[in-house]
């Protein structure tokens, strides 16, 4: 396995920080590497393994400690003396009223660091940011992006073949470990079936998964393009699934939390302001999509944007749909004092192509840099927009 840089190199400052260190990410993101990645620093620094306490709830040596009490007294056993302790809880939402052991920890000694991880949607709930008000920080953990697929597989990063691959597969880690796609389908389903029946109907209560599996198949569908409740509703009716408005929110929202989907929404460029309407929707992982997915080659476009959208979050950019009067913008990033334009495409061909992407940015008149990124090899960049290759981009440090 890799070393996650890019994230343990944001943790490692808080270390040694009272706050508590939340990982929070889709289900088999790398979470569990990342945890005890960080414990081998620590443990390089010096720190004996007395003073380091992990437990991972998915193992049934420790189903006991699912029960809250149990836990806080288990730990509070652990620790003999008034050094500084590392507590590591992994898959942490198994744990009934986890919130609130989690507060008891903090309570009882400052001299103690606290590492929780878990896929759930209880790790961003208004419990747990209530309990710890002020005293949390949170790193969310995606899949392996380009860099870290083909570092991990060793495969060139500057052919197509395993950029295709990528961006049909996707980059939860576990899924390199298998060659063959039946094998890949096989353990990419298994990883959705225990997003839908753990994180939504056990912990969300909603039991209809024939619902969250078309409204999946429409999502996957319509990738990268304006979302409606109106077409969505007919769609599911012509399934025959008929769902009220508030239903349909209800579980698209649960989705999202469970981490599947990501919501962007539109920003008005001239107006400078967020719009609540029309929004889009994007993969976490494109192989969960891919499983989904009826026609990958004609969905190859959209499947592309998907991998630039969630690079731009793995980048820690906020992004959202950018609205021009005749048109739009595919992302605007920002981040702290930057901001960027960015327009997608899968190959500029035709010169009809070219005036289109490049063409989009012409109506704004500001110095904020703008790029189109494609898969074409031949610099394109024009009047004042810089072309990149994909492929280029995504191997950027």
């Known amino acids: 396995m890799i070393k996650r840089e890019a994230y343990l190199s944001k943790i490692r400052k808080f270390y040694n920080s009272d706050l508590v260190k939340i990982l929070g ?3 088999k993101s790398g979470k569990t ?4 990645q960080i414990i081998d620093e620590i443990k390089e620094k010096g720190v004996n393994e007395e003073h380091i306490i992990y437990i991972n709830f998915e193992l049934i040596e420790h189903e006991e400690l699912q029960d809250g009490e149990k836990l806080n007294k288990y730990i509070k056993e652990m620790i003999k003396d008034n050094k500084k302790y590392y507590i590591f809880l992994d898959e942490i939402q198994r744990v009934e009223k986890f919130e609130a052991v989690v507060n008891s920890l903090k309570t009882i000694s400052k001299n103690m660091s606290i590492f929780i991880a878990g896929s759930s949607s209880r790790l961003l709930s208004n419990e747990l940011s209530t309990v710890l008000s002020g005293r949390c920080v949170l790193f969310n953990i995606y899949p392996l992006n380009y860099n870290e697929y083909t570092e991990l597989t060793k495969k060139d990063p500057k052919n197509e073949k395993t950029f295709w691959d990528f961006i ?3 980059g939860l880690p576990s899924r390199t470990q298998f060659i063959e ?6 353990y990419l389903h298994s990883v959705l079936d225990s997003i839908i029946l753990r994180d939504i109907v056990e912990r969300l209560g909603l039991k209809d998964t024939i619902l969250l599996n078309l409204l999946l198949q429409y999502i996957v569908d319509t990738t990268g393009k304006e979302f409606s409740a109106d077409n969505i509703i007919k769609y599911l009716k012509g399934k025959g699934k008929s769902v009220s408005t ?3 929110y209800m579980y698209i929202d649960a989705l999202c939390k469970a981490l599947i989907i990501k919501k962007i929404y539109r920003y008005d460029i001239h107006g400078k302001a967020i719009l609540k309407t029309l929004n889009k929707y994007y993969m976490t992982d494109l192989g969960i999509a891919q ?3 009826k026609d990958f080659e004609s969905n190859k476009c959209f499947a592309i944007e998907n991998v630039v959208y969630n690079e731009l979050l793995k980048r820690g950019y906020d992004i959202y749909i950018g609205k021009l009067k005749d048109g739009w913008i595919d992302f605007i990033a920002t981040k702290a ?3 960027i334009y960015i327009q997608v495409a899968y190959l500029l061909k035709e010169e009809s192509a070219i005036k289109s992407e490049f063409g989009a940015f012409f109506g704004i008149n500001d110095n904020v840099p703008k790029y189109v990124l494609s898969l074409d090899k031949k610099n394109l960049s024009r009047k004042g927009v810089i072309h990149k290759n994909i492929i280029d981009w995504l191997l950027e440090k």
């Open 25 to 27: 990410g889709i289900r």
């Open 246 to 248: 508030e239903t349909l």
């Open 181 to 186: 796609e039946s094998n890949i389908k096989d």
């Open 337 to 339: 004092d930057e901001k």
């Open 291 to 293: 499983i989904k997915n």
């Open 33 to 36: 590497v990342i945890l005890n």
């Open 168 to 170: 049909k597969w996707g």
